[in-house]
């Protein structure tokens, strides 16, 4: 399963690029008016340091909008792919880009319906968010589990990310899963290297090698 870093917050990207480990990055509104920068500078900044798939937010607008300002993004850098809301427009503007042969990540997607729309339309990623249907008492697992029986069962090209990860236990369900990524916030990311076992194994060795 490939990692992802979820943030839009550079130096965070720069120090999980310099783990050798970082495949892409994904951000979204509201990661960018956490940093309080323009989204095109912010973007910018990223594609320097990861060589991946970035994928950047158009706003839900009107179709012409969102199209236009997909336009304008995908021109910067060829990592570029579009996130488009998971809506009846954004299914539309998802087919539109595809056929200009713009990458697009359909976002917000919570149900097995839903993402085939996404796959019918030639999405190039589906973002399904594990947290957000927890946080409500369904499963975010299970919902990894069944579109990639769907995406097998059919052939659909589109990768699965999974997103709205909250804890090491959603990276092991989406990898469990076979979810093609996981897209995992840098604060989950630092965790997963730790576990008491391991700190505690290191200070048995170094006392041994004093001895
Ligand atoms: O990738 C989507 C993610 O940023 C949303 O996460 O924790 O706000 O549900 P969360």
Redesign the pocket.
């Known amino acids: 399963m490939k990692i992802f870093i ?1 943030t839009a917050n550079v130096e965070e990207i720069r120090e999980a690029a310099s783990w050798g480990i970082i495949k892409g990055v ?1 951000t ?1 509104p ?2 960018i008016a956490k940093e309080g920068r323009n989204l095109k500078e912010v973007i910018g900044e990223i594609t320097s340091l990861v060589d991946g798939p970035i994928s950047a937010e158009v706003n839900e607008a009107d179709i012409d909008t969102m199209i236009s300002e997909a336009k304008e993004l995908s021109k910067m850098n060829k990592n570029i792919v579009i996130k488009v809301p998971m809506t009846k427009d954004g299914i539309k503007v998802t087919k539109i880009l595809h056929d200009l042969k713009i990458r697009t990540n359909v976002t917000l997607v919570f149900s097995v319906p839903q993402a085939l729309l996404a796959f019918e339309a030639g999405a190039s990623f589906v ?1 399904p ?1 594990m ?2 249907l927890d946080d409500m008492n369904a499963s975010g697992a299970e919902l990894i589990e069944k579109l990639v029986a769907v995406k097998q069962m059919y052939g659909y090209d589109t990768e699965i990310i999974a ?2 990860i ?1 804890n090491g236990k959603h990276i092991e369900e989406a990898a469990l899963a076979g979810s093609d990524i996981a ?1 995992i916030p840098f604060a989950v990311l630092k965790k997963s290297f730790d576990h008491p076992l391991t700190t505690n194994g290191l200070k048995i060795f170094k006392d041994a090698a004093k001895k």
Do not use: C, K, V
Request: glycine share 8%; charged share 25%; net charge positive.
């Open positions: 979820d994904t979204n509201s990661l973002s968010f947290g957000r997103a709205s909250r897209t």
